[in-house]
């Protein structure tokens, strides 16, 4: 069995055919995916995939190079979704003193 944990399911190359593309996972012995967002917009998708896909789950978080774009606002509501069922992992952005 393998985990994927890392794949953008959500960007727009695999809206055609993301169920074809679930399915050779399926064939290739992943069992597991995880979605990891960017940003607030596609934490969202992330945990939109998760919900609507079974072995699906979620990481939401801001991505280093979001992190300039980012507001006190996205992180709360980023920690907001960390209490989605479907959310395994988190990330965040680095704060430099």
Same mark, same amino acid.
């Given at each position: 069995?393998? %985990?994927? =944990?890392?794949?953008?399911?959500? !960007? /727009?190359? !695999? #809206? #055609?055919?993301?169920? &074809? +593309?679930?399915?050779?996972?399926? /064939?290739?012995?992943?069992?597991? %995916? +995880? +979605?990891?967002? =960017?940003? +607030? $917009? =596609?934490?969202? #998708? &992330? %945990?939109?995939?998760?919900? &609507?896909?079974?072995?699906? !789950? $979620?990481? @939401?978080g801001i991505?280093?190079? /979001?992190?300039?774009?980012?507001?006190?606002?996205?992180i709360e509501?980023?920690?907001?979704?960390? #209490?989605? /069922?479907? @959310?395994? $992992?988190?990330?965040?952005? %680095? !704060?430099?003193?």
């Amino acid at each position: 069995m393998y %985990i994927d =944990t890392h794949a953008h399911l959500f !960007f /727009e190359d !695999f #809206q #055609q055919d993301l169920a &074809a +593309v679930l399915a050779r996972a399926i /064939e290739a012995g992943v069992r597991q %995916i +995880v +979605v990891p967002g =960017t940003d +607030v $917009a =596609t934490s969202r #998708q &992330a %945990i939109a995939l998760a919900e &609507a896909h079974d072995g699906i !789950f $979620a990481c @939401v978080g801001i991505h280093p190079h /979001e992190a300039a774009k980012c507001s006190n606002n996205d992180i709360e509501l980023i920690r907001g979704m960390t #209490q989605h /069922e479907k @959310v395994v $992992a988190v990330g965040r952005r %680095i !704060f430099r003193s």
